[in-house]
Nanobody, 126 residues
Framework: QVHLVESGGGLVQAGGSLRLSCAAS????????MGWFRQAPGKEREFVACIRWNGGRTYHSDSVEGRFTISGDNSKNTVYLRMDSLLPEDTAVYYC???????????????????WGQGTQVTVSS
């Protein structure tokens, strides 16, 4: 059974940094495309970033490009999201996701991702 467990969320002031971790079990991150989505209150889930297992290419949404960085450590079966220069609008629940396939047209949508973690809250105060 697959489990994705996020950690590292919390309360931080605007301009600060956090690093989220996603520990995977039941799948190998070296064979899955892994990513992060977020959902703020009253809003739909939003793509944040993903990393492809084949080659390690990364994708980041325009709203976080240059501030957030996704990475992975296959030896630890863990994916990270480094978040710098945080803004109040980054406040959301952040979800780790995993997909066995790669959908180049829809990778930024929730649909292609079979596995989801329970989420970790990130709150950025102004």
């Amino acid at each position: 059974q697959v489990h994705l467990v996020e950690s590292g969320g919390g309360l931080v002031q605007a301009g600060g940094s956090l690093r989220l971790s996603c520990a995977a079990s039941g799948l190998s991150t070296s064979n899955y495309n892994m990513g992060w989505f977020r959902q703020a209150p009253g809003k739909e889930r939003e793509f944040v970033a993903c990393i492809r297992w084949n080659g390690g290419r990364t994708y980041h949404s325009d709203s976080v490009e240059g501030r957030f960085t996704i990475s992975g450590d296959n030896s630890k079966n863990t994916v990270y999201l480094r978040m710098d220069s945080l803004l109040p609008e980054d406040t959301a629940v952040y979800y780790c996701v995993g997909a066995s396939g790669w959908d180049s047209a829809n990778y930024y949508l929730p649909g292609p991702y079979e596995y989801w973690g329970q989420g970790t809250q990130v709150t950025v105060s102004s």
